[in-house]
């Protein structure tokens, strides 16, 4: 199994930056990339941003390109999201994943609240 524990969410003014934290632990070995997902109530989960372990790749969903960057630390197993230039729209709990074939795990999601 894996785990993962999100942190760093938080309410901020429009134009503020938060950065999100995930880490993993238990069976970790084998999986090949980490991202973020969001979710607002009543709407579908969306995709935010994602990075693979062979390369680095990186991909961003367009209404965030330019203001949130992912990154990693191997060693600690953990993906950060620095986001900045925050709007209200970004308003969502934001949930990690990890994938490891063939299932994607899931954090418990952290909160992000941006007011106008």
């Known amino acids: 199994q894996v785990q993962l524990v999100e942190s760093g969410g938080g309410l901020v003014q429009a134009g503020g930056s938060l950065r999100l934290s995930c880490a993993a632990s238990g069976r970790t070995d084998r999986s090949y990339g980490m991202g973020w997902f969001r979710q607002v109530v009543g709407k579908e989960r969306e995709f935010v941003a994602g990075?693979?372990?062979?390369?680095?790749?990186?991909t961003y969903r367009d209404s965030v390109k330019g203001r949130f960057t992912i990154s990693r630390d191997n060693g600690k197993n953990t993906v950060y999201l620095q986001m900045n230039s925050l709007k209200p729209e970004d308003t969502a709990v934001y949930y990690c994943?990890?994938?490891?074939?063939?299932?994607?795990?899931w954090g418990p999601g952290t909160q992000v609240i941006v007011s106008s």
């Open positions: 990075i693979v372990w062979n390369g680095g790749t990186t």
């Open positions: 994943y990890l994938d490891r074939a063939p299932t994607r795990y």
